[in-house]
Structure formats: structure tokens, C-alpha cells
């Protein structure tokens, strides 16, 4: 089941309306809260965004949920790894500038400061059947996911799936990249990590999203709502319906599906809201989607010699670069160096997670397309609305 209350504004009021409304209609809090449980909240705080940004789970989501919870007698902690290193001085930084902190005081609610991580077993990963995690969630009882809806410049789109790899610690993430460069390769790993910590239900911030160049150098898209599940496989399908996506497109759904774990019809997704159709949101931006089909496109028979080639690539823009160094120090692969002072990459190394767009604090980074890929979508466009007028 996926519920859909709508959300105009952050408005603390409306916010906990709708949240409350979530968790009525899923079953009640009393189905996932028992007084003393230890629950962890996991939003989305990739890195030190102010909550106008849209980057980041608002915190007036956040404080609602921890309220709710409290009010059941649940022991609440905050907790996220954001994108770079994962230390507490890092943590401050992204809770205050996020509006986390705030929260946590308005909620009475705790931060996380424990680094500490943990290997967990995980006999439902596919490829990943042991990994490392923050401590701080493999102890809680009850894990709450707070995921942003978000375009994301190497998996196309980020949501509650995504949102888990906020489960791995800092300087693990890049491990994973390292190993599975490959978009569906990857896409396993991010349901691995998922299941492995299962979250009990999953609230998305929709409210107002981030379209274009996400997840944190796009453009925030009003949407007016707020999105519950308790699978959270079948909310992320729903929340692309609704911003006008093939689930079969994107590589998480997409490769949740072949496993079994994700419904193939919207038919076969219970979905609870007041009206389907009118919670559809118009031009909603995902630019790497083409991108990616015409790599799936190119990348098969003797074409798979210069498919690399076909990738889209980081550019530096040096004239909005401060020279801080911080994607030289967050590369996974290491191919980010300094000359003159200002960023360059190795592009025959270059694994295109685009973890530098990512964590860039001045949005100097940009993903090009080379031009064979964009005469393939215009012309792949073109045949579509051919097909379409017959």
C-alpha cells in the first residue's frame, strides 16, 4: 500500500496533518511504536544544504515524525552518513545548516554523533551479503526512512532506496562505487544495502522536490505532497508515476522488479489518496534519463569498445570554483587532481558516480553529454512522436 496526503507548504501544522494521516491510514503508529524502543529517523542530508535548497529531507518533516513518535513513548535519534567524511565535526555542520538541529530541539528528539560502524550479515543481498554499516542503526529497534524526491546525475532518480545508502559510513560509499561503476550493478548494491537494514516504513518528502541537475545542483519543483509506505520498492515506483517517469527506466526499479521485489504493474500497488490524477506533477525535469537509454542503446555487440566514450562526463567550471579541493578529497576513484589551482579529471579513470556534483559546495560542476548521444535521443524523440501520430 502507498498513501498520498497532500502537503501545500512546510507549514509545521499541515506537515504533521499529513504525516499523522500516513500513519492512520498504514495501520496506525501503535503497528510500528512501542514505548522504549529505540527509533531511528533517516532523512536525507546528503551534505550542508539550507532546507530551501530542496537537497536535503525538510526539517519540518523530520520533527513531525520524531513528535509522533515521541508521543508513542519511542526513544528517537536523528542519523545519517552524509556524502565525504564521516565525522562529528562534519555531522554539526550538516544538522545545523540543514535545520536538523533546530528539530531535534523543537522534537526532543536525539542527534547521532556515535561513529562507530558495524558488519552485518545480509542473506538477501545479491551482491553484497556482508556490509558495513553505521552502528547507530544496526542498534535501533525500528528504522523510519525520510527520503527527498530527487533527480540524482548518476541513477537518474533518488528516493526511500537510495536514501539507505545513507546507512554506509563516509569513506565506505566510495568502495562501492569503486567496485560496481556499472549503472545496474550499482542499482544491486543500493537494494542490498536496503534490505539489509529494512526500514519499516518510508516517508517521502514531496512537498517540494528537486528536479534538472539533482541531487543537490537542481531546481527545487513544488509538488504540495507527502508519500508513505511500508515497501519502500512500491513508493518509489509510485513517486515516479507521479512525476511522469518510467519506473522501468530507472535502474533501482528497474533491477527491484527483475528480483521480484517490486510489482511490474501500478495495477498490483494499493494506493490510498483522494484523487490518483491530480497528484501528477507537470515538467518535471530528469535530464540524465535519455542520457542513460542511449547508453543502454549503445552499449551492446562491438559497440561496447567505445561505449566509455559515450558516457557523460564531469566538466569543472573554474569560474565558479573556489578552490577548496573537496571532489579531489571525496573521488572514490581518485582521478580528481589540482593544477593551477583549480580541479581536473582523468576521464579514462573516471568511474561517473558524479559524487564531485554531488558534494561541489558551488555547483562549479557540471555532467556533459557528448553530441553522438544527444542526436540519438533527437532522433529517438522523433521516431517516438511518429509512432505516436500513427
Known amino acids: 500500500m502507498v498513501v498520498i496526503e497532500r502537503c501545500p507548504k512546510y507549514n509545521d501544522e499541515m506537515v504533521f496533518c499529513a504525516v499523522n494521516k500516513i500513519f492512520d491510514n498504514l ?16 532523512p536525507n542530508l546528503i551534505k550542508k544544504k539550507k532546507p530551501e535548497d530542496a537537497a536535503t529531507t525538510h526539517p519540518s518533516v523530520v520533527k513531525a515524525v520524531a513528535e509522533i513518535v515521541k508521543q508513542k513513548g519511542g526513544i528517537v535519534t536523528i ?15 550538516v544538522y545545523s545548516i540543514c535545520g536538523i538541529e533546530k528539530a531535534a530541539i523543537e522534537s526532543g528528539a536525539e542527534l547521532n554523533y556515535n561513529l562507530k560502524e558495524v558488519d552485518i550479515e545480509n542473506p538477501e543481498g545479491l551482491y553484497l551479503k556482508k556490509l558495513t554499516v553505521i552502528q547507530a542503526l544496526a542498534d535501533a529497534d525500528i528504522i523510519i526512512n525520510l527520503p527527498k524526491l530527487k533527480t540524482h546525475g548518476q541513477m537518474i532518480y533518488t ?16 568502495e562501492y562505487h569503486i567496485r560496481m561503476p556499472n549503472y545496474n550493478e550499482f542499482a544491486n548494491a543500493l537494494i ?36 508513505g509506505a511500508d515497501n519502500g520498492f512500491e513508493l518509489d515506483f509510485i513517486a515516479l508515476k507521479l512525476v511522469g517517469a518510467d519506473p522501468f ?54 559497440m561496447k569498445l567505445v561505449v566509455n566514450k559515450l ?80
Open 27 to 42: 495501520g496506525g503508529i501503535d503497528k510500528y511504536i512501542k514505548k522504549g524502543m529505540r527509533v531511528a529517523i533517516k
Open 79 to 93: 542519523i545519517d552518513s552524509p556524502g565525504g567524511f564521516f565525522t562529528t565535526s562534519s555531522l554539526k555542520n
Open 159 to 174: 528516493g526511500a532506496i537510495k536514501n539507505m545508502f545513507g546507512a554506509v559510513p563516509g569513506e565506505f560509499k566510495a
Open 192 to 227: 542490498d544495502i536496503y534490505l539489509s537494514v529494512k526500514p519499516s516504513i518510508n516517508i517521502m518528502d514531496a512537498v517540494v522536490g528537486m528536479d534538472g541537475a539533482g541531487p543537490t545542483a537542481g531546481d527545487p519543483k513544488p509538488m504540495g505532497f507527502i508519500i
Open 249 to 302: 527506466d530507472i535502474p533501482v526499479t528497474n533491477q527491484a522488479i527483475k528480483r521480484g521485489l517490486c510489482p511490474s504493474d501500478i495495477k498490483n500497488i494499493r494506493i490510498v489518496c483522494d484523487d490518483f490524477e491530480s497528484f501528477k506533477v507537470d515538467g518535471f525535469r530528469m535530464p540524465q534519463l535519455d542520457t542513460l537509454q542511449a547508453i543502454a542503446y549503445y552499449d551492446k555487440g562491438i
Open 311 to 390: 558516457k557523460p562526463a564531469p566538466v569543472f567550471l573554474h569560474e565558479k570554483c573556489i578552490s577548496c579541493g573537496e571532489c579531489v578529497k571525496i573521488c572514490p576513484a581518485g582521478v580528481i587532481y589540482m593544477k593551477n589551482n583549480k580541479p581536473e579529471v582523468n576521464l579514462k579513470s573516471c568511474i561517473r558516480c558524479f559524487c564531485c556534483q554531488e558534494l561541489c559546495p558551488q555547483k562549479a560542476v557540471y555532467i556533459k553529454r557528448p553530441w553522438v548521444l544527444d542526436l540519438y535521443v533527437k532522433k529517438r524523440k522523433k521516431r517516438m512522436d511518429i509512432t505516436n501520430e500513427c
